[in-house]
């Protein structure tokens, strides 16, 4: 009996969890395309990535992110057939200075978000999360040197 309940405790637990991913999910999703409606983002791995002007890693994050999807916008990968989209929320909500670094580091495929436009969504501080196309989180708190090896295990042979 002892037995039964642990496991049911188990399951409810780590369904609960899921249920919450998926939420956030699907309201990073909705958000999404009501600011770039025109942009599919169906069979996609979708890399979410927070940073700051003062946060050197983060700004690091965000070049590793940009020159990955410079690789794998348009590649087949396991839990995203249609291939990648980085979206690269600014803690700083995109001041002047944000924008200057933006193109500074030649960030032009990242699609920008505030961080005002999602604290609802993804409240807090935090680095980076990146989802398959089903909304399950495959990573997170990536580091610079870890952002392409990481995605480059999801390309199908």
């Known amino acids: 009996m002892i037995y039964r309940l642990i496991f049911f405790t188990l399951l409810l637990t780590s369904t609960s969890s899921v249920f919450s991913q998926s939420n ?4 990073l999703k909705n958000k999404i395309h009501e600011k770039y409606p025109d942009l599919s983002l169906e069979d996609h791995i979708i890399a979410v990535n927070y940073w700051t002007v003062d946060d050197e890693q983060s700004r690091k994050n965000s070049v590793a ?3 990955t999807v410079k690789v794998y916008h348009g590649a087949i990968l396991k ?3 249609e291939g990648m989209i980085v979206i690269s929320i ?3 909500n995109l001041n002047p200075e944000a924008t200057i670094v933006l193109n500074k580091e030649n960030i032009k495929l990242s699609f920008p978000f505030t961080a005002e436009e999602t604290a609802n969504i993804i409240p807090g501080k935090w680095c980076n999360v990146v989802y ?3 909304g399950i989180e495959l ?3 990536l580091q610079d040197t870890q952002v392409f090896p990481s995605i480059l295990n999801l390309v199908t042979r």
């Not at 956030?24 to 309201?27: E, G, P, V």
Request: avoid cysteine.
């Open 90 to 92: 600014n803690g700083d």
């Open 65 to 67: 992110f940009e020159k």
């Open 79 to 81: 839990g995203g057939r």
């Open 24 to 27: 956030t999910f699907s309201q």
């Open 132 to 134: 398959d196309s089903r």
């Open 139 to 141: 990573y997170r708190n």
